[in-house]
Nanobody, 119 residues
Framework: QVQLVESGGGLVQAGGSLRLSCAVS????????MGWFRQAPGKEREFVAR????????NYADSVKGRFTISRDNAKNTVYLQMNSVKPEDTAVYVC????????????WGQGTQVTVSS
């Protein structure tokens, strides 16, 4: 079972930058899809970005495209979410998730890290 631990959240001013990290343990192959999701108070959880650990291919929600970048570091077993030009509407708990390629749903989730963007 893959374990995920997020870090890097905090308070940032609108227009600023923040980098979130997701430390991955228990992964036995590169055949994983890693995702970042977020949930704001009173709202449903929404997809932010994902990366195929093996190929490096990425996908983004329209709301963050061009501002956020997802990446992975094989040596450090870590997935990152670089957040630039942040907006108050980016305020949420950000959660890292994992699933094997071909699985229908993400089945490993981290505990989340709070990101607050002040205007």
């Amino acid at each position: 079972q893959v374990q995920l631990v997020e870090s890097g959240g905090g308070l940032v001013q609108a227009g600023g930058s923040l980098r979130l990290s997701c430390a991955v343990s228990g992964r036995t192959s590169s055949n994983y899809m890693m995702g970042w999701f977020r949930q704001a108070p009173g709202k449903e959880r929404e997809f932010v970005a994902r990366i195929n650990w093996s190929s490096g291919s990425t996908n983004y929600a329209d709301s963050v495209k061009g501002r956020f970048t997802i990446s992975r570091d094989n040596a450090k077993n870590t997935v990152y979410l670089q957040m630039n030009s942040v907006k108050p509407e980016d305020t949420a708990v950000y959660v890292c998730a994992a699933r094997r390629i071909g699985a229908n749903e993400y089945y490993s989730w981290g505990q989340g890290t709070q990101v607050t963007v002040s205007s």
